[in-house]
Structures are given as C-alpha cells and as structure tokens.
C-alpha cells in the first residue's frame, strides 16, 4: 500500500474571477481569506457580518501534484477526501469524479484510470450553501423552521452541513466551506478496505471488582468491509498482540463482508476516566491478492481495541425510566459536559487542539462527553483521544433545533451519512451511545407551522429518527443503545422532558432561561440530566483579543456582538446583583460572573450525584467555545479554565462531600464513586466572618461503595446565630485516606454578609526543577473564591476559585501553556509578583 497525501498548499479562487489567493487543506474558505487579506478577522469586534458574502459565492480549490509510475503500476488508485463541505463537485484532470451534498459522508472514488504519469489536476467546486437551500426551501411543497439566532444562514436545516455553522446562540454565522480532516490518495493491490470493525464481547458475565486490571475472557470478531473490482481470491491478514491470522477468502465484485472471530484470555480492561486503567491494544488487518503483481502491497488498516462491557440501560422502575451506563458490570455515573465543535473556522480543528481541550476534561474529573447534534461527527483523531483517556462519548446524530424533511431524497442522503459514520465509529470503545438528535422532538411545539398541523411534522420527525437513523443503527450496530431524542423519555415516547425529570433524559434549563435561583436545580431530580447551563463573561485577555480598549464594558458594541442569547447579559448581571454585591469595576464584574457560573453549576451537581442512584448522570452546557465569546463555556476559546472548569474538578471528584441548601435549612451529603465504602468522621463549623468557630459539631460518616448518603440535617432554627453573620465549613476525615475533603457554603446571599479584609499574602517562588510557585495564605480572615492570575504568562495555576480559612495556606504551581523553566531571584520574577493580581469576593467590591 501506498498513500500520497493531498494536504498542503492548494489555490482558491471565486467562481468567474480569475483571481487566486492560497489555501491550506485540511482547512477552509474563510480561513484563506482571512490569511491573503482579503477579509477582516470575523471574530473581531462586530466584523463577522462583514463576511457574511463568503457563504453566498462559489469558490474553486485546485491542486496540481504528480505521481510516478510504481504508484500507477498498483492494481487500483482511490481518492479519499474525509469531510467535503458541502454542495461540491469534483473532478481529476477535467473528468468528472462526482458530487458531494453532505459534510458527514466521505467521498471515495477509484480514479487510477483517470492518472496519468507526471502531473494532475484536481480540481473541487465549492457551492453557496447559502444559496442551495434557499434553493431547497422554495422547492418545499410546505415550510420545515428551523431556530434562528442573531446572525443566521437561513434554512440551515435543509443542507447537511454542521448546523451551528449557520449561526447559534454561542457562535458566530461562518457558512465557509471546504476539506477538512484528512485527503489523499491510496494505492494497493488487489481488493480495497472499506470498514473495519473489531468488536468485543466478555465469555459469560462481568463479575469483577471496580477498576480490576484484568476481566475474563473476551471473544474478539474482526469484520472487514472489503470491495472488489474482479471476482477470485484474496489474502486477509490479522495480527493482534502476537497472534496472527492468514486466510485465504473468495471475493465477489462489489461489496463483500469478511469475518473472523477469535477468544482473547483475560486481556487488560478498559476502563472511564477515574475508574480504572485503559488498556488499548492494536489491531492491524491486511487485504491483497494471493500473490501481490507489483510492490505496491495489500491494503492495511489498523485500529485500537479495549475490552470490556459497556451499555445504558433503561429499564422500567418505580420512578419511571432509569438511564445508567453500565461499564464491565458497575453503574458509572457519567460526569461531564456538552462538546461542540473545537472551532467555527475548520482549519483551526487541529489535533493539538482537540487534545487540549480533552486533556483539560479528564484532568477535570470527566468521563464522559455529549458530542452534540449541532455540530459534526468528530474526527478519527478525537475518538482516539477518548479512549485513551477514557471520556465516555455519548454521540449524538447531526440534527438540532429544527424540524427536517422526510423527502426520499433527504433520508436516502441521511441513511448513507449514518451507515458511514456508524461503521467509521463503532469499535471505539469509548463509544457509548447513539442518539437521534438534539432537541428536534421538543422543536416541533416551537414554530407557528408545526403548532398548527403538528401531525405533518411528527411524522417527518419519526420517518427520520426511527424510520432511517434507530433502523440503521440497530442494523449495524445492535449492541449499543439507539436513544431517539436529547431529551427524551425513551422509544415512542413523546414526553416533555423538559419538566419532567421521572424518565430518560432531562433538559433543564429554567434556572438560566427563566432567571430562576440557583435553589431551583433541588426541585428536579433528574433520571440523567444530560444539558443545564449558566452563562458566564469570558477572562479580560481574552476579551481584548476581540474588543478595543473603548469596548471593555458589557454594554459595549463589541461585548454585546459577542453575546448570541437575547437577554444573556442582562441574566448574568441580574442574577450577580441578587446574589452579590455591585462589582467595582470591569474586571471584577467578569470575575464575579464566572463565580455565579461556578456556583450555579456546582449547585445542581452536587445535589444530584448526592441523589445517585435515582440519577446517574450530569452533563452540563458547556465544555469549550468556538470563538472568543460570552457563553455557557467552563473553557474558553483558548482553552484557558474559567472558575467553573476548576470547580468541575472538585464537583466531579470521586469522592465528594457537599452542603445542599434546602427549604428546611442544610444537609450535609456525600458520595462515594470508589469501590470500598468511604468511611471516617465529619466535623461541621460555624464561624463568622472573622474566622472564629462560634459552633460545632461532628459524626461518623459511611458512604458504601459507589453510592450516597445523607449525613445530617440542619434546620434554620439550629442555626448558631444571624445567617448573614455566618458561613459553615465541613470535613469528611476518611480512615486511611490522607486526602480529606472539604465543603463550605454561606448562608444567606453573600451580597448581604460582611466579609472582613482577610489580608491576602501571596509570594511567588522558584522550585529547584524552575517550576513556579504561589504560596498564599488569608492572614487576618477568610477568603472566598480565591483567583490568582500571573496577567504577564500564558497558563493557569493549578487550583482557582478556592476557599482559604483564616491563617491557612496554600501552595500552587504554575502551569505554564508551553513548557518553560524559571529562575529564582531574577527581575523577571519581580514583575511578575508586582504584575500579579489575586482576586476573591471581597476584593470584588473594595
């Protein structure tokens, strides 16, 4: 096998103009634009609808490359471009190859007859999807709404294309198009590899502890996809570990399956993130003729497999509909957030990039993630990343907010997408679900068309979700579960889980849409609450990447042209003034608002994983950006960790003690991920603001292995004095676990208590190895999320948003964005401790 990648320098140019600037492939239109000068940057100030033309023209890429003799010499050549976007044609030196319509299938085609030693062209038309479904649109013989946002591509839905690329309520409107992830040609002898599958199943049950290395025994089925130009026989090659299949098959032209199954004796275990180890072990699979005609060689394919068991289950109980992942026999209560694509421009989907923003989930305490139908089926390169890091992935299918066509045409379009990305997809072991779509059943009681004839768009909505996506991905992939909607109560059912919180999966969205409190998140107890979310103001470095000086001010045209929700910044500041103090200034009120998302997100958590096993998951709204931009993000667009993504951390421990304020007054509650019981003493304080213990009192703790529990109660009448005088801090001193954990929680709104000056010192200092340093200490009073910042270096300390009691201490490393070393005692470290700033709710207002 031989490839020729065709990444690299291409031209562009716009359809009729003879003009040509260069284009980087994997990457985009608007992308090229923007690097020749031709565009201004969309993400600055209010430029983005400056752009808005690009989607409404027709582009061609063009590349000219060469290939030798040997490569032609091979039995057959194919093309291979992974994401096309989206209306284009193609065609390899002025034949024509063909015409994509869908971003989501990959477009292949044997072109050796159309090479020729020497240089070729190839040449990519790129049509305005703007256009084309407007084109669409006219031709419906009734309307299909879609949702629309500040900046929108209208009918959006019509074309397949990622649906947030026409505009969201935390994106920008960037139609661009283009080729993204990978493009090549390949060479082989003999019969070509369509899909590969590897998929394994334990011998008899899952009895094993949490996190045991090894499982029982597993059988191993390889299935190849193969197509095969001319009938006869071919070679198929398996290697795994130190075993190796060579077998000899029959091939009919055309589309052929081959299959062979083998027992693996007690390999290594798979396991999520916090569980256990995650073994990966690689599979390769060759196919060629029996005897190769040239030294070209078979097609190769390899892929990563871990063992073990993972499925959701739903049953039917007491409650209603249960929603558990299951993995190698243990309930796992899937702690994560909502992934949308790594950025609006496609050049930028970078692989250092995704790993990035996947490194800081894991290292956040998450194992899984809701790769969300607004945006695209991720690459190869993301899921590998999952299972390495052990991210559960649930995977949504492309479809969002909207209602969709049952045209033949449209499901013979969409049924061809899903059968390839399911058999793309399917041997990832971090794969853990299907889902239809997200929120496209509740969409149909959101537009004035489908209020008034709702029969009509229930039954596009289920010629679609059961008719070609539940039969395709029960077809091919019948081991995982196929979940019809996001949220949804489960098969036929047409429930409103936007409110109900007794089946399947819950949306919950009324704390941020409805300005309610924070208190809200206690009256749900959702099954699996897989979207609830709290805006927050992203850092100022951040902002001034978009905003002049002028503009730093919510208000301002630049900040409110990078707020996408209607009343966005007006919920953010007025939920701050009900819960806390008018901020003195700009950045305070940045820094306050990423307190409120922290502890409106923090609130609903810790509640719910104290109420596990009725829920069994929470995944918030949202992981990461796709622009500089106001949003529900606990990442923001360079990655960097808002207060939120630090608290996740804390929340998403596998071991968690947490005050909930209910109506009667306080619980203490915990729970326990681990497998042995957590066992221990709590001791619960009342101090004042100056930091003095005013009561006590403490009691022996036990959580059971990988449950909850309730410790104690706390009624107000109890309280030891004035609420607004008051905070309460508790510790879980575990028996033979050093790491004890904390929890604090005010009393009353934190606007109407008198927080004395704890006197900050904050010293910065170089280790032996040129690390950096913090040691802080709250001198004279307690601090209340406590926020270093070194503005002059790009990178984060370890720990933010964090509580310091009086005359505690703490000391945290700097951890840099690129590897650097520092040095002890030189001018450098002097600015940076003048230049420091350590922000905590106190400094908010004085």
């Not at 390169?381 to 492309?398: H, P, T």
């Not at 990655?639 to 947490?658: P, T, V």
């Not at 840099?816 to 908010?844: C, I, N």
Request: hydrophobic share 40%; charged share 25%.
């Amino acid at each position: 096998m031989r490839k020729l990648s065709l990444a690299g320098i291409w031209n562009l140019r716009e359809s009729g103009a003879p003009e040509k600037v260069p284009i980087e492939l994997p990457g985009d239109i608007v992308s090229a634009l923007l690097a020749a000068g031709l565009i201004s940057d969309p993400y600055a100030g209010e430029d983005e609808s400056a752009v808005q033309w690009v989607g409404r023209k027709d582009w061609f890429l063009e590349k000219e490359f060469s290939v030798d003799e040997e490569f032609l010499s091979a039995g057959r050549v194919f093309l291979d471009l992974e994401i096309v976007d989206t209306m284009a044609d193609i065609s390899l030196n002025g034949t024509s190859l063909g015409s994509s319509s869908d971003m989501f299938t990959r477009f292949r085609r044997e072109v050796a007859e159309y090479l020729v030693p020497g240089l070729n062209r190839l040449s990519v038309l790129i049509h305005s999807p703007e256009l084309a479904a407007q084109a669409l649109a006219e031709a419906l013989p009734y309307p299909i709404p879609a949702s629309t946002y500040p900046i929108s591509s209208p009918h959006r839905n019509l074309v397949r294309k990622a649906q947030c690329m026409g505009g969201w309520d935390w994106g920008p409107c960037l139609m661009t198009g283009g080729i993204y992830d990978w493009l090549e040609l390949t060479a082989v002898d003999g019969p070509r590899i369509d899909y590969l599958k590897a998929e394994a199943k334990p011998v008899g049950e899952m009895d094993v502890k949490l996190g045991a290395e090894r499982g029982p025994d597993f059988e191993l089925k390889v299935s190849i996809e193969v197509h095969c130009m001319k009938a006869g026989p071919a070679l198929v090659g398996i290697r795994f570990e130190e075993k190796e299949i060579l077998r000899q098959v029959k091939l009919g032209v055309g589309s052929n399956l081959v299959s062979e199954t083998f027992k693996v004796e007690k390999p290594r275990l798979w396991w999520p993130n916090g569980c256990g180890q995650r073994k990966l072990y690689r599979l390769e699979v060759s196919l060629g003729p029996v005897e190769s005609p040239s030294a070209i060689g078979p097609h190769v394919v390899q892929t990563a497999i871990g063992f073990r068991s993972l499925l959701v289950r739903t049953k039917e109980d007491a409650i209603g509909r249960e929603m558990v992942l299951m993995v190698n026999g243990h309930k796992i209560f899937a702690k994560g957030a909502n992934w949308i694509p790594a950025d609006a421009l496609p050049s930028r989907w970078t692989q250092s990039r995704l790993r990035s923003l996947l490194t800081s989930a894991a290292e956040a305490g998450m194992n899984c993630l809701r790769v969300w139908g607004g945006g695209r089926y991720e690459s190869d390169y993301f899921y590998a990343i999952c299972d390495e890091l052990g991210i559960m992935i649930w995977q949504d299918c492309m479809f969002s907010c909207a209602l969709y066509p049952s045209s033949l045409d449209f499901l013979a379009k969409v049924e061809e997408e899903v059968r390839h990305q399911v058999k793309r997809l399917a041997s990832h072991p971090s794969l853990a679900l299907w889902c239809g779509n997200n929120e496209a059943l509740g969409a149909i009681t959101w537009y004035e068309e489908s209020r008034k004839s709702p029969a009509r768009y229930i039954v596009d909505y289920d010629r679609l979700t059961a008719g070609v996506l539940g039969r395709v991905i029960h077809e091919l992939d019948p081991g995982r579960l196929f979940w019809p909607s996001s949220p949804s109560a489960g098969p036929d059912d047409f429930s409103d889980n936007w409110h109900s919180d007794e089946r399947g999966d819950m949306h919950f969205w009324q704390v941020w849409h409805e300005g309610r409190p924070f208190s809200d998140y206690l009256s749900v107890q959702p099954r699996f609450c897989s979207e609830f979310g709290f805006q927050s103001f992203p850092s100022l470095r951040t902002i001034k990447n978009f905003a002049p000086a002028s503009g730093l001010n919510v208000t301002s045209p630049a900040m409110e042209g990078h707020q996408r929700h209607p009343k966005g910044n007006s919920l953010i500041m007025d939920t701050m003034l009900r819960y806390f103090r008018m901020p003195k200034d700009f950045p305070s009120t940045l820094y306050l608002s990423q307190v409120q998302q922290a502890l409106a997100i923090k609130t609903a958590v810790e509640y719910w994983r104290t109420n596990r096993p009725r829920c069994s998951g929470a995944l918030y709204w949202q992981l990461n950006d796709v622009w500089p931009v106001t949003s529900w993000s606990s990442l923001e667009y360079d990655g960097s960790w808002k207060l939120l993504q630090y608290e996740a951390k804390r929340f998403y421990d596998s071991r968690l003690l947490a005050f909930c304020a209910v109506k009667e007054g306080l619980e203490l509650r915990a729970a326990n991920d681990a497998d042995l019981p957590w066992k221990g003493e709590y001791r619960i304080g009342f101090r004042d603001f100056d930091g003095r213990l005013v009561s006590s009192l403490s009691g022996p703790a036990v959580v059971d292995a990988e449950s909850s529990a309730l410790f104690c109660s706390i009624p107000k009448a109890e309280f030891p004095g004035s609420a607004r005088g008051l905070f309460v801090e508790a510790e879980f001193l575990s028996i033979g676990d050093y790491n004890n954990r904390r929890a604090l929680a005010f009393l009353a709104e934190p606007k109407r208590c008198e927080l004395a000056n704890p006197a900050i010192d904050a010293k910065i200092g170089v280790a032996t190895d040129g690390s950096l340093w913090l040691t802080i200490e709250a001198v004279q009073a307690p601090a209340f999320y406590v926020a270093p910042e070194l503005p002059a270096l790009e990178g984060r300390f370890e720990d933010s948003g964090f509580h310091l009691l009086k005359g505690e201490k703490r000391r945290l490393r700097f951890i840099p964005r690129e590897e650097a070393a520092f040095e002890a005692g030189g001018a450098g470290l002097q600015v940076l401790s003048k230049d420091m700033v350590v922000r905590h709710l106190r400094s908010s207002y004085e």
